[in-house]
């Protein structure tokens, strides 16, 4: 979950309004914010994937001003149509095909608004953004812009030989080497590879401002004195590129921004005009899914609070959704918010009665009999992970290797294969037990896993017993005795003809039921004994469940 | 009173009956036990205050190194005398034959006893006999002693001692502790001929055993599911390898969103799915994708085989295939993430999910079902606040507040299924879905803070929890 740091003292400001801190920290996560910390005024808030309008106190703000009742309804945002900014697109850009943008005035930032905007501009790129290959942000100071003239910019593509000097740079870097040296170049370097010339915006000046989505030039370097933002976004997908702008915008006209529009031609783009969607909500759909009577001016109150525009149509409501809460797929999402502007605390919980009688699953009852015969004979469980390690399971065993199933890129190396045998983990639980007391006596019941069609699974049983005096006849005895209680299954033990490398030559043996082989059972040999550094005599079984006392 | 003693105690208490004040290694002589047993039958006889052990000092005196040598040689100052017998010598012809500290002392000495005259001359100093040396009483102690070790007390001359025990390594003092072990009064009335009729020392410890069980986490878990079952629940089940279909895209998570991604998920390797959904329903999954997420859905990602991630892809698949108009559904088991394994993840764990279709199914009806598995759990203190997750709407979490750490808890997670999930499907009812992590509940039971600890087998853990 992504993680905003809020200060109490200007989220209170931002509200407006006479809340208290302690208010404001109770209402939050009825916002569905979690407080993950927090340390006097300062706290840390994870929020959900699907608002990133919630990745600055702006946005947050907003919600709170709902929830609060001091503001409700649609933020109202105002784009002043005769902006002087326009944007051009040369040609057509496959690779990033699309741009958007919007000139944002008269604003004051600060070192900690520029903070909370860059938190904003990384969730962004991250979520929707993925990484910045669907869509990724520029924020410019505009007034740089101004200075040299630079009014009419163009979307186009730079050979890698073209230099500038990149945000935070002191000299000139050929776009090559920027994606070779820096640390953006070498992360985010891999969205433009195989391309000979990259995507660019510049004037027609051949002034570069940005190569997207890597980094902007140092000219239009934002600072806490800058008051006019150019802001740009591009990207992959139209929707997508519109979906960040209009989080931008409306985090920025919490933080006292006007906007004024960059006006967008060619090759599909154009100007944006984050405009806001309609959906008719059906109000029977509050009592259906809520369980809640409510009048339906109550659910337009209730919708207003979560910052939606709401009006009676009818047997309906008219339900005005802003464009950067592009979270809201259908009516279903409308519900939700009206549980939140209801509250959630308000919501009883109900008990009805259960018209299904219950039951446990055949596999789960007949594995949870084996278990009591198992406790019976005086074998104590353990539970080892289904996915471990090549070393466990076939080095320090060596048994045969030839039909592996890995897993991709695990992030740790005891936990890199399927397990097809539940011994190799009794062998190793022994080892790590050598201090402990003896008799050890083990059993697990668990998956199994084994290429098929793609992979089979079943579930198996396997015993294992440790003390100086053991030997074959009392593992056999066990054997027996397990699948004779509650079970009445009689088992044949024959000699392997396979050579089995686990086992001491000559004590071990196949398993069989109605002449299928079900498993074996054996002696553990010395020098598999010696791979686990176990000093006593091992003995034991594993036999497949699935196919012998359920499907 | 009939006393319970054990056969070495008998031996013991005959033994000192006989003769009374013997030590240890006496009574195991004439016990003919061994020292450690009669060590235990001492320790067993102080506890019933049968027998009294009273323990001394006793201090020997034996010779060190040089007391050896000087045992056959003499002390260095007899040496010198010896060497100046004939006549007068310089320092240098003496110190030749007596080296090292042995010169020093030599001279001290000699000159103390009143035995030599040193005279100074321009070539260095000389010495010579002033008097016939008599036997010190040193040397008489040294040959007192010899090669023996003495009680102190036997030594008349202290002051002898004192001196030799101020010069280096020539006497050693041994410190002995001695038990000397007697009968208490009650006890020599015992007559260990009779106090026998079969009993035993029912007091006494018993040697430690363990009971085999089952596994701690697997009674939580069976615990949970009793109380799904109690909750008119039926159990499924479903393999942990998955399509990435089921696993992923039919619970409406876009082929490219961040938590498909390798590093939060295990994929199979070579390995793919053929045939894991009709036709329709892949059908119906692409368009929900395509429309509602704007991307170019692929039938080869969602062949992709992986390691469960929840065990929603089971209870999806069963409400796909049967389509229940009305039931209450369970599925239970391990699912996977691929994260670094630390003190609160693993790998590898079990998480439980509860689905409800059909009459009474609006999210009130599912905060009464957590409200009352929370209480079955003797976990009565809940609130819920809102959340997220990608497949319902509304989404609601649980917290339950913990007394013993002071503060509210996430627990299980809830919510309906979106109508993204459940109309390409052909499931048209809503669908309340609820679940989470067991692990989290059995560290709170077993009052655990690292949750490694269930999957470590460590015995004395599984033993004794």
């Avoid at chain 2, 034996?62 to 100046?84: A, H």
Wanted: proline fraction near 3%.
């Amino acid at each position: 979950m992504p993680v905003v740091e809020l200060n109490l003292n200007r989220i209170k400001k931002l509200v407006s309004g006479n809340i208290t801190k302690k208010k404001i920290i109770d209402v939050l996560p009825f916002l569905g914010l979690d407080i993950e910390s927090q340390d006097g005024d300062e706290i840390r808030i994870e929020y959900s994937p699907n608002r990133p309008d919630y990745s600055t106190e702006f946005g947050i703000a907003i919600g709170l001003q709902g929830l609060l009742g001091i503001k409700k309804g649609i933020q109202k945002i105002k784009i002043n149509k005769k902006g002087k900014f326009s944007l051009t697109v040369e040609r057509s850009i496959p690779s990033r095909p699309y741009v958007t943008g919007i000139i944002a005035k008269n604003g004051k930032l600060d070192d900690h608004s520029i903070k909370q905007l860059m938190n904003m501009q990384e969730d962004l790129h991250l979520g929707i953004g993925r990484k910045r290959k669907k869509s990724s942000i520029g924020l410019h100071d505009a007034d740089k812009l101004d200075e040299i003239g630079s009014f009419h910019l163009n979307y186009a593509v730079a050979g890698r030989h073209v230099s500038f000097v990149p945000l935070n740079g002191s000299s000139e870097l050929t776009i090559d080497e920027i994606l070779k040296r820096t640390d953006v170049g070498k992360n985010y370097g891999w969205i433009l590879e195989g391309q000979r010339n990259v995507p660019c915006i510049g004037d027609y000046g051949n002034q570069i401002i940005s190569i997207p989505p890597i980094i902007n030039s140092a000219l239009t370097t934002v600072t806490p004195k800058t008051k006019n933002l150019l802001v740009e976004v591009t990207g992959t997908d139209k929707d997508s590129v519109e979906d960040a702008l209009s989080i931008v915008v409306s985090t920025l006209q919490m933080a006292g921004f006007e906007f004024e529009e960059l006006k967008i031609t060619g090759y599909k783009n154009s100007t944006p005009q984050l405009k806001e969607r309609t959906i008719i909500y059906d109000p029977k759909l509050t009592s259906d899914i809520l369980g809640i009577e409510m009048s339906q001016s109550n659910m337009v109150t209730c919708l207003k609070k979560c910052r939606l525009d709401a009006s009676i149509r009818g047997k309906k409501i008219k339900c005005i959704i802003p464009r950067y809460r592009f979270d809201i797929f259908g009516e279903m999402d409308l519900v939700e918010e009206i549980a939140l502007g209801y509250g959630i605390e308000n919501l009883e919980p109900k008990l009805s009665p259960s018209i299904t009688i219950g039951e446990k699953n055949n596999v789960t009852i007949k594995t949870d009999l084996i278990t009591k015969t198992a406790v019976g004979l005086g074998l104590l469980e353990v539970l080892n992970s289904s996915l471990t390690s090549k070393k466990i399971l076939y080095e320090l065993t060596k048994r045969n290797s030839s039909e592996m199933i890995s897993v991709l890129d695990s992030k740790s190396q005891e936990h890199t294969i399927l397990r097809d045998s539940l011994l190799s983990g009794l062998l190793e639980n022994l080892s790590k037990n050598i201090h402990e007391i003896y008799p050890q006596k083990l059993f697990e019941t668990g998956v199994v896993f084994s290429k098929g069609k793609p992979i089979r699974e079943s579930i198996n049983l396997a015993v294992i017993l440790a003390h100086k005096d053991t030997n074959f006849s009392e593992i056999k005895a066990i054997l027996q005795s397990i699948l004779r209680t509650q079970f009445k299954i009689d088992c044949k033990t024959k000699t392997s003809s396979q050579s089995q490398e686990l086992f001491v030559k000559g004590r071990y043996a196949d398993i069989y039921v109605n002449g299928k082989k079900i498993g074996e059972i054996g002696e553990i040999c010395n020098e598999i004994l010696d791979n686990f550094r176990i000093r006593t005599s091992v003995v034991g079984f594993e036999i497949n469940l699935s196919g012998l006392i359920f499907d | 009173m009939s006393q319970v003693l054990h056969d070495i105690e008998k031996k013991i208490i005959d033994s000192l009956q006989k003769k009374s004040d013997q030590t240890p290694e006496q009574l195991s002589e004439s016990t003919e036990l061994s020292i450690d047993q009669i060590r235990r039958g001492i320790e067993w006889l102080r506890l019933k205050e049968f027998a009294k052990v009273n323990e001394s000092s006793k201090v020997t005196i034996s010779l060190g190194k040089n007391g050896v040598d000087s045992f056959k040689n003499g002390l260095p100052e007899r040496k010198l005398m010896d060497l100046i017998k004939d006549g007068s010598k310089s320092f240098e012809q003496v110190r030749e034959t007596l080296s090292g500290a042995g010169f020093n002392a030599a001279i001290a000495n000699a000159k103390k006893n009143g035995w030599v005259k040193i005279e100074k001359t321009d070539s260095g100093s000389t010495i010579s006999t002033k008097e016939k040396p008599a036997e010190t009483p040193e040397e008489k102690l040294i040959s007192l002693i010899g090669d023996k070790s003495i009680p102190e007390e036997r030594i008349e001359n202290k002051l002898a001692l004192k001196f030799l025990l101020q010069r280096p390594d020539y006497v050693i003092q041994n410190t002995e502790k001695l038990k000397i072990v007697s009968l208490t009064e009650k006890a020599v009335q015992i007559d260990t001929t009779q106090s026998d009729t079969g009993a035993i020392d029912v007091e006494a410890n018993a040697a430690l055993v363990y009971a085999a069980r089952t596994h701690p986490l697997k009674d939580t878990i069976d615990e949970i599911r009793e109380i799904f079952v109690k909750l008119g629940f039926s159990e499924i089940q479903g393999t942990l390898t998955q399509s990435s279909f089921w696993n992923f895209d039919a619970l409406f998570t876009p082929q490219d969103h961040p938590a498909r991604e390798l590093q939060d998920t295990f994929y199979i390797e070579n390995q793919k799915s053929e045939r894991h959904a009709t036709p329709t329903q892949i059908k119906q999954v692409s368009k929900s994708h395509s429309q509602n997420w704007h991307y170019d859905w692929k039938l080869s990602e969602s062949q992709k085989m992986v390691l469960r991630t929840h065990t929603t892809c089971a209870t999806i698949k069963y409400l796909a295939e049967q389509k229940p108009d009305e039931a209450r559904i369970f599925s239970l088991g391990r699912v996977f993430r691929n994260e670094k394994v630390s003190y609160k993840h693993l790998v590898e764990f079990n998480q439980i999910e509860g689905i409800v279709i059909g009459n009474n199914t609006t999210l009130r009806d599912l905060m009464g079902i957590q409200k009352e598995f929370y209480k079955q759990l003797g976990l009565t203190k809940i609130k819920f606040w809102p959340t997220f997750f990608p497949y319902t709407e509304p989404s609601l979490q649980t917290m339950v507040y913990n007394e013993k750490l002071g503060k509210w808890i996430e627990l299980f997670g809830m919510g309906i299924f979106r109508p993204e999930v459940t109309k390409p499907l052909g499931i048209d009812k809503p669908v309340l879905a609820w679940g989470g992590g067991i692990e989290r509940i059995a560290m709170l039971k077993y009052e655990l803070d690292d949750v490694r600890e269930f999957y470590n087998n460590n015995l004395n853990w599984l033993r004794t929890v």
